[in-house]
């Protein structure tokens, strides 16, 4: 059961003028469920993408990556769940591209304006038959209105679809931001995406586009972790298609552009922490947030310190307020010359441990009673600086192993 | 249940001449458990102490770290379970201190001469009542040949005590070394030991005493993880009492050095595996192997991020062949120029990837064959270089998390 979050109200979604949506039930793993998403984007759009930092990052990656580089614009999206094609060598290499030429055959464009995206089972071909023969079908349902339908296509072991709009006045001006994405888990924060796709109808020149990008990415998707591990087919593509009509910003000083940029991080969080909230087997969605750091690297460290412990994480499941064990994971980030006597832990409202030790006010039915809570704020103090980061999580359950364990079967 | 670990042959634990052991019942955290172990050492042992790499380290940690520094020799140790004396602050480090006093006190020696450990619940105050009521009853127990109730006395979430004992023939004469453990969770490589206490009649100055038991530690307990968590509390003891008669060695060119390391190193490794074979919740025994490594960092990078990945070891636990997520772990390690053109995998004989695709011949049933087996092989090569490393870890179950959820009820 995911914490708070359900399945977003189609009606609610805004269809971006510049994208049309189509998908199909290719039977890529398991027959009757969409599997593979088409987009079609309107020229001239400016397109960023921001992958996975894992080496051994999947076929469609690299890509991708190779047609970003080409500089052609990018005219088409597809996306297959069920496999990966990652771990698959030069085969695979040749299937990414295959589907890509395929792609531009139906859409009349460049094969290298084609971007494709695979999340799934690792080191399993790509099956290829499939996957083509289902191209014509998403290709015959493009339309601007099937951001739903979109978001339920790229699924795997999400248990809810993942997708939101959020509405910008620039200037008078009404704009739209609308996201999809995928994942519930093998997420950490280095590119934590897993896939996610954010279009605007805002005009946003290509440059400045790419600045803007990695400043969303690092404010939400790279602030979640699940389990730690960061998967070989993370991606996060930000589309901007001008389709509103709006003027083009094209300089980071342009008064239109934190309200824009406020609608995208929107967008981003919400899905991010919708990632969590789906979080494989999750039960809490928990807020680390560290504060008095000297760096905000530090303050990262420390943060994800807390929210990787699988002993922290096993507490939370339990409403077990056996919150040393937050201690010990501060304790594990790398500070070499952290002064324990100046921490302070809060579990919401609870101040846990003063100065490095109990407070001696805390009681355990206090700590209990946050800890029973779906929504839970750890808050540590570390009394060295003026730094601070926010990183969201999830706690670790039965559930987790049990999805892991049977996950192909 | 541990993967292929039983209790030891009492009568196969060789006493170590000028070590004596006793224990009590003292009631710390449950009553009618061994929780209490003292150890009495015979003037003029060479002891070495490597401690917890964790900030948050335990007062009992801080107290060792200061009486080994005062150089006035060790003459007793004091262990408790239930109860780990740490996030305690300056309460904490005055129980530890009173601790000691009371020792000094029974053995009739100075408290420098006395080194405190706890292990258990983290931010909870040391029952200081109990505790000093349970010495006298241990003091009274003192004797050579105790060391099987030794390792009962200092278990905690263990469901197996861990003791072994080797010889090893120096120039003629032969010396012996028997040693202890606990542990279960909370363990990585960074001082992974929890509690060890490894003990030899060998004569060993301790300058040199000081340098080998980093080799020793290294080896062996900083070899293993179960869930990558560095407890505040772990700590490795090695002391070498000289009561087997020999003549002290000094030098580390020493002909009969490499005998007693041998031995030395054999019952750390034999030890630090059992606490792997007794991780919480394992049902496999897995031995990661990475080769053709630039450098030796670079290789244990690698097979801490394959023994950490969680989804690697709810792979493992489920038997079930996803090994690509093992292909992803590698991706993971933090190797920014890795050609994963040049990476093999191999699991057990089965060889399943191939320059860092699945391997043509490879067949899921041979997979699926060696991830049954309660030992398990995993052996990548990255094809770098010449170094290696080994790590020993084990898998992840839904047990991990129903005793970790549970630990404290």
Redesign the interface.
Known sequence: MPVNLTAPDPEALAPIAGVELGWAEAGIRKPGRKDLLLMRLAAGASVAGLFTR????AAPVLVCREHLRAGQGVRALVVNTGC?N???????LADARATCAEVARLMGCAPAQVLPFSTG?????LPMARLLAGLPMAAQRLAPGHWAQAAEAIMTTDTVPKAVSRTAVLDGRTVSVTGIAKGA??IRPDMATMLAFIATDAAVAPALWQQLAPQIADASFNRITV??????NDSLLLIATGGSGMAPTASPADARLPALREALLAVAQHLAQSIVRDGEGATKFITVAVEGAATEAEAARVAHAIA????VK??F??S?P????I???????G??D?D??RLQLYLNDVWV?R????HPDYREEDGQRAMRGAEIMVRVRLGRGEASTTVWTCD???E???I??????
Do not use: K
Not at 86 to 92: D, E, P, R, W, Y
Not at 322 to 325: D, F, I, V, Y
């Open positions: 894992n080496r051994f990052c990966a990652a771990g698959t060598g030069a085969a695979g089972v690792i080191m399993e071909p888990g093998m389990d730690g591990d960061t998967s070989t990787h412990s699988p002993l096993t507490a499941f339990a077990d056996n919150l040393g064990r201690l010990a994971a501060v304790g594990n980030a500070i070499d952290l324990v006597g441990a100065d490095g030790g109990r670790l359950s039965h987790y192993v049990r892991n364990a049977d996950y192909r079967s």
